[in-house]
């Protein structure tokens, strides 16, 4: 994976982790966010920056367009699992 050259220091004073957005509204955009981050953790951290700038509204179509293949492809690896 390419790496940043420069990882951003979060609230809690670890290095913070390069992560990927999958989420409909951002498909395939990266962000910082700490080790910590989530709900398992006692005291979780909040810290999030984004590594990616925005996506073109273009971008976004094409890779929405992609994940939905995947999905699908997906579905069906799993359903002839099933039979
Ligand atoms: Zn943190």
Do not use: Q
């Not at 982790?17 to 989530?38: A, I, V």
């Not at 990616?52 to 273009?58: E, Q, V």
């Amino acid at each position: 994976m390419e790496m940043p050259e420069v990882i951003p220091v979060c609230h809690c004073g670890n290095p913070a982790k390069l992560n990927t957005s999958w989420s409909n509204d951002k498909p395939g955009r990266r962000f910082f966010g700490c080790k910590k981050f989530g709900s398992r953790f006692r005291k979780p951290c909040r810290f999030f920056s984004w590594f990616d700038p925005p996506l073109r509204p273009h971008s976004r179509i094409v890779l929405l367009g992609l994940l939905k293949k995947v999905r699908t492809l997906d579905d069906a690896r799993k359903k002839e699992r099933r039979t």
